[in-house]
T-cell receptor, first 113, second 113 residues
Framework: AAGVIQSPRHLIKEKRETATLKCYPI?????VYWYQQGPGQDPQFLIS???????DKGSIPDRFSAQQFSDYHSELNMSSLELGDSALYFC????????????FGQGTRLTVV | GNSVTQMEGPVTLSEEAFLTINCTYT??????LFWYVQYPGEGLQLLLK?????DKGSNKGFEATYRKETTSFHLEKGSVQVSDSAVYFC????????????FGSGTKLNVKP
């Protein structure tokens, strides 16, 4: 069965550079969520989208932006990268039909050096 | 606000031992409660959930009961296996955004043969 696809799986960037993380949800899933998991930390909710509109926002820095496109894939853009942005970034998707399960991708590991 | 507190790890058990991982929560309304499992290098996988008080979630021999009176959702398994070694996250969600999770800090479980 198709799963949530995230790319790239690993990314190394230097401080002050920009990074773009991509998330391809499960087919027919119209809702996407982004989470950030720092080393040894619990995942923190960043932002979510439903039908290409931002549906909720968490602890996402102003340096980050995200959007969901017409094919429902989503991109997380991160600018002026800092060492503290090094983390595992998870994307999850779900159909927006009540209390339905979200499925997580394997994550993108971003390392800022 | 919303928060989840779970017991610190790592927890080390022998195969076939009984497992309990404690989880308590604070929520402003009527949350849904979840246990997620993360295997090394993998994304988060839903293990079980309960959406209202006194519900019991169960899957793969794991169980957890939603206790509103003690604001708890402890994870239990009667006989653990080496393959259960992973990090376990307790989480809650609340309101209209069912998959906007507040995670606990995670408990690493090591099961020895």
């Amino acid at each position: 069965a198709a799963g949530v696809i995230q790319s790239p799986r690993h990314l190394i960037k230097e401080k002050r550079e920009t990074a773009t993380l991509k998330c391809y949800p499960i087919p027919r899933h119209d809702t996407v969520y982004w989470y950030q998991q720092g080393p040894g930390q619990d995942p923190q909710f960043l932002i979510s989208f439903y039908e290409k509109m931002q549906s909720d926002k968490g602890s996402i820095p102003d340096r980050f932006s995200a959007q969901q496109f017409s094919d429902y894939h989503s991109e997380l853009n991160m600018s002026s990268l800092e060492l503290g942005d090094s983390a595992l970034y998870f994307c999850a998707s779900s159909p927006n039909a009540g209390n339905t399960e979200a499925f997580f991708g394997q994550g993108t590991r971003l390392t800022v050096v | 606000g919303n928060s989840v507190t779970q017991m610190e790890g790592p927890v080390t058990l022998s195969e076939e031992a009984f497992l309990t991982i404690n989880c308590t929560y604070t929520a402003t309304g009527y949350p849904s409660l979840f246990w997620y499992v993360q295997y090394p290098g993998e994304g988060l996988q839903l293990l079980l959930k309960a959406t209202k008080a006194d519900d019991k979630g169960s899957n793969k021999g794991f169980e957890a009961t939603y206790r509103k009176e003690t604001t708890s959702f402890h994870l239990e398994k009667g006989s653990v296996q080496v393959s259960d070694s992973a990090v376990y996250f307790c989480a809650l969600s609340e309101g209209y955004n069912f998959n906007k999770f507040y995670f606990g800090s995670g408990t690493k479980l090591n099961v020895k043969p």
